[in-house]
């Protein structure tokens, strides 16, 4: 068992224990984000009986929990409602640069950014997901048409997520100069840009290895259900 693994290897947690200890809602050693900011779960690399059981309670009986890029799979008895092969690219020499149409979004942008999703569908994104970080986006006739902006935050690295373009304004390049541009603000602190993607989603991981992004590993991201309760323990009456 290796007493220390690569951020990379368990990046919710190094978020939630590291950049975004803010964030952190804890039971136990079980961190996870406020559900309004992310779904995503904080386990450590080998959670116990005990773990699991901090999960179920912090959850509730019946509730779905997102766990993102842990390869530990849930207890016997957790439905799994959701699993997606993925895989986790990181910079390889990336041309991280500036762009000059990018405007930094806000929190008065979210209902714009959220419309923008649910229609492109890039992945997680909720109305505080905006606070994990910086949001770039390019706006055409005042309409937001593309988004990328930051969201994991393990030691040393950072997350670059959410990456869109309204389907009107796809094959312009819009989404690798946002992916660029906010490459350029993670590495002018000092961290280290990576991003997933499904495995799936082959014209994606084309265009981040044209970036400079290589494959670090492949992923799974999980969605679980906490079981209820046991029925069997209801009394008749």
Known sequence: MNAVSHPLDNPAYS????PHAHFAERR???LRYPPEVSPWLGLPDEPDDEDWADVAALTGPGNTVGLAALEVPPPEGWEITFSIGGVQMIDDGVAAAPDEEAVRL??????EMLDLVARAQPGPFLPRTIEMGTYLGIRRGGALVAMAGERLRPVGHTEISAVCTDAAHRGQ???GRLVLAVAHGIRERGDIPFLHTAARNTN???LYESLGFRLRRKVTFLEARVPLPDAGRVSAG
């Open 204 to 206: 994606a991981i084309r």
């Open 173 to 175: 390049g819009l989404a």
């Open 106 to 111: 806000g929190t008065e942008d979210v209902p």
């Open 28 to 30: 136990g050693r079980l």
């Open 15 to 18: 978020s939630l224990t590291g």
